[in-house]
């Protein structure tokens, strides 16, 4: 095994000195919708048959294939082109770019930069940034993630606050009964403008593990993950996992690897602080006189 192991070892490293060495590799990515339908559990205007066809509809949404086009110092990362349902040409996409898809997703390691372009309401984003420095922890633990070796490191990260699916659903029932007494006045107050988002908040920081590929000697991995000693092949957030279940090297067919370049460009803060106000926008809107409870539509339909 062992021979095998290092000649697997030598055959990588001469494909990483060629010149024009590339690899791809496919990730499947799912996130649970557990805290989703938990949310959407306690609105009684939404029917048993209104909610599995919402727990359908997210479940699709929420089941992702990305493409991953590395060489040894930079990646793109995209999600594979599908073709919209009718009616989803518009909010589809917004809805895909605040679940973590859509657009172009440049790593640049020896640059330690990322570029990511983004449609958000109409508007073309480029956000460029530094990457995100992890503080890897390399543990001892392995496991075999189709034919390579991995193995775990975990991290503990600063989420982003334009990518719902770093929600959780609020257990209000954990609350201190003194902080309920405490609530009550503001609450009945505002009992008029009541939305489905109060249930809802965003951690801060998330503990990332993730199981990376010695034997593919390059620091690359999906989305904005980086900075490992070895190609990572699976990051697990406790709610979204990103798994890879494909890898070719040195394929004939080349990919260019560059950033988008259209778009207004700002930083991730910005970005970020873009979408949290449009989404206070529109729960205003939702929580006023006559405004629909739960906020904006799945779907995009009109």
């Not at 995209?78 to 073709?83: A, D, R």
């Not at 390399?138 to 503990?156: M, P, R």
């Not at 690897?257 to 926008?281: H, L, N, R």
């Amino acid at each position: 095994m062992k021979k095998i192991i290092i000649a697997s070892i030598f055959m990588i490293s001469g494909f990483l000195n060629a010149q024009n060495f590339q690899g791809m590799a496919v990730y499947e990515s799912k996130t649970s919708t557990a805290d989703f339908m938990k949310g959407m559990g306690g609105n009684r205007e939404i029917t048993p048959e209104m909610q599995k066809q919402i727990e359908e509809r997210m479940k699709k949404m929420f089941e992702k294939t990305f493409i991953l086009n590395f060489d040894k110092t930079a990646s793109i990362y995209k999600e594979e082109e599908k073709l919209d349902a009718p009616g989803q040409q518009g909010g589809g996409r917004m809805m895909m770019s605040m679940m973590g898809g859509g657009g172009t997703h440049y790593k640049n390691a020896k640059d330690k930069q990322y570029i990511v372009d983004k449609e958000f309401f109409g508007k073309e984003f480029l956000i460029k940034d530094s990457l995100p420095k992890y503080d890897w922890k390399l543990e001892g633990e392995s496991k075999q993630i189709g034919n390579y070796t991995c193995f775990k490191a975990t991290a503990v990260v600063k989420v982003s606050e334009s990518d719902f699916r770093n929600f959780r659903f609020r257990n209000r029932n954990n609350e201190k009964e003194g902080d309920k007494k405490a609530e009550t006045v503001k609450d009945t107050a505002k009992a008029k403008k009541t939305n489905f988002t109060d249930d809802w908040e965003m951690p801060k920081e998330n503990t990332i593990t993730a199981w990376y590929c010695p034997e593919i000697p390059v620091n690359q991995g999906p989305e904005n993950y980086w900075g490992l000693p070895g190609l990572i092949l699976e990051v697990n957030d406790g709610k979204t996992v990103i798994l890879c279940s494909k890898l070719v090297l040195n394929s004939k067919e080349k990919v260019e690897i560059k950033p988008a370049s259209k778009g207004k460009v700002v930083t991730q803060k910005e970005y970020d602080e873009t979408v949290k106000k449009k989404m206070e926008e529109m729960r205003e809107m939702n929580s006023g006189p006559g405004g629909q409870r739960g906020g904006f539509r799945m779907g995009g339909g009109r």
